[in-house]
């Protein structure tokens, strides 16, 4: 009866697949003038695994982000535009983290222990910045599902004390009901094998949570220029990154601040701005949509968003 119970929801509210638009524009990441990206440092986890970073480190940090990639992605892949102009234009510190299993991080390819484990390593990355930064202000973001993992920490009984909280085309997961609606003329993005998940949640997360679970459908070219780049999620992966109350953990939030393109591929920009607005219980939070911006290139442009908004949060 359990398991019945459980495939009648799933297939309510679980979308076998999203889409994308000839998978998503790039061309303005390939027309962008080229920015070095910073070398890689190293922390250990927990669980004595090396967790991968990029800092952006200004000469005198005004505060600090912790800002995490995208599904599959990693830091090296066009975020360095956002650390450069966070780091040059805002005096902000930014710690780029490659999510375990993911780019120059130890730890099996898109697979974790459990949830958990992957939200102790963002405390882990928030402790070494206290350690270097202990009198400046501290945000965790990210963009797309790194969005969605810094939701999920937000609302973490163990999370460490944050000053706020900023989030890029954000995904916030199958409940938020955010996708397009319009399907015509798309291409699937990721494939969900739901039973993975149904076994993961009846058996109490014994059965299935190292299992692939979400496949990532990059086109072959993207494959074979960025080969570092995961094409699945495990049950437990998936389960870190993707919001489960995504309305409850909104409005939990005391400051946060929200920007999505206006032709993003992946999510639709009102139905996420109309979300977080209805369940936004502050006032002075940022919620807008930017117009011409697509998924990805809302990256070479969001340091400026981003950046004003921080200053005027430290300023107040």
């Known amino acids: 009866m359990l398991l019945k119970v459980c495939l009648l929801a799933i297939a309510i509210v679980w979308p076998t697949s999203s889409v994308a638009s000839d998978f998503f524009s ?40 912790i800002f995490f990639h995208g599904g599959g992605a990693h830091s090296g892949l066009s975020y360095n535009y956002l650390g450069i102009g966070l780091r040059d234009n805002f005096n902000i510190a930014v710690y780029m983290p490659d999510i375990r299993g993911h780019g120059s991080s130890e730890g099996a390819r898109g697979d974790a222990p ?39 920490y937000s609302n973490w009984s163990q999370r460490e004390d944050i000053d706020g909280y900023v989030f890029l ?107 977080a607005n209805e369940n936004s219980t502050q006032v002075d939070n940022e919620i807008k949509i930017l117009k011409d911006d697509t998924h990805f290139s809302i990256i070479l442009s969001g340091a400026e968003y981003i950046g004003r908004y921080i200053q005027e949060s430290i300023s107040e």
């Open 26 to 65: 790039l061309s303005a990441l390939k027309a962008a003038d080229k920015k070095p990206l910073a070398s890689l440092h190293y922390i250990k986890s927990t669980d004595n695994i090396f967790l991968a970073y990029r800092p952006y480190f200004p000469t005198n940090a005004n505060a600090v982000l």
């Open 114 to 152: 459990n949830k958990e484990q992957v939200w102790a390593d963002i405390n882990t990355i928030i402790q070494q910045a206290r350690r270097r930064y202990p009198q400046q202000l501290i945000y965790v973001g990210g963009h797309s599902s790194g969005a969605g993992l810094a939701l999920n």
């Open 169 to 275: 085309a954000p995904y916030f997961g199958y409940k938020s009901e955010t996708n397009h609606d319009d399907a015509n003329n798309r291409v699937e993005f990721s494939d969900v094998n739901t039973l993975k998940f149904i076994l993961n949640s009846v058996s109490f997360g014994l059965l299935a949570g190292h299992d692939k679970a979400v496949m990532f459908n990059f086109p072959e070219q993207v494959l074979k220029n960025n080969p570092e780049i995961v094409t699945f999620n495990t049950v437990n992966m998936s389960n870190a990154l993707t919001p489960s109350e995504p309305d409850t953990q909104i409005a939990n939030l005391t400051r946060f601040g929200l920007w999505i393109g206006e032709r993003d591929e992946a999510f639709d920009a009102q139905k996420v701005t109309k979300f």
